[in-house]
């Protein structure tokens, strides 16, 4: 089973960028499907955006238009990208591989503040 982990989050300010990574421990070319999830403090883990090996990019309302996903098969590395940051966005971020996800990564803290 892919092992997935994602260094990086921190504090960033409203209007900003976060560039998140995940590393999977083997290959991700064969997982059709992988994607990111988040969970602020009180509410349940939603959906954020996901990728296909077909190209097929799905979003959550709250963060189309201004977030990027992409991944990477040959470093087995999979991106997100958010732009123009609000305070709602503040919350643990997961990778997750299949779109019923079988793995998770730990989780990394982002945290918007103004």
């Known amino acids: 089973q892919v092992q997935l982990q994602e260094p990086g989050g921190g504090l960033m300010q409203t209007g900003g960028s976060l560039r998140l990574s995940c590393a999977a421990s083997?290959?991700?070319?064969?997982?059709?499907?992988m994607g990111w999830y988040r969970q602020a403090p009180g509410k349940e883990r939603e959906f954020v955006a996901s990728?296909?090996?077909?190209?097929?990019?799905l979003f959550a309302d709250s963060v189309r238009g201004r977030t990027v996903i992409s991944k990477d098969n040959k470093n087995n590395i999979l991106l997100l990208e958010m732009h123009d940051l609000r305070l709602e966005d503040s919350a643990v971020y997961y990778c997750?591989?299949?779109?019923?996800?079988?793995?998770w990564g730990q989780g990394t803290q982002v945290t918007v503040s103004s």
């Open positions: 083997g290959s991700i070319f064969s997982i059709n499907t």
């Open positions: 990728i296909t090996n077909g190209g097929r990019l």
């Open positions: 997750a591989a299949g779109e019923q996800p079988f793995s």
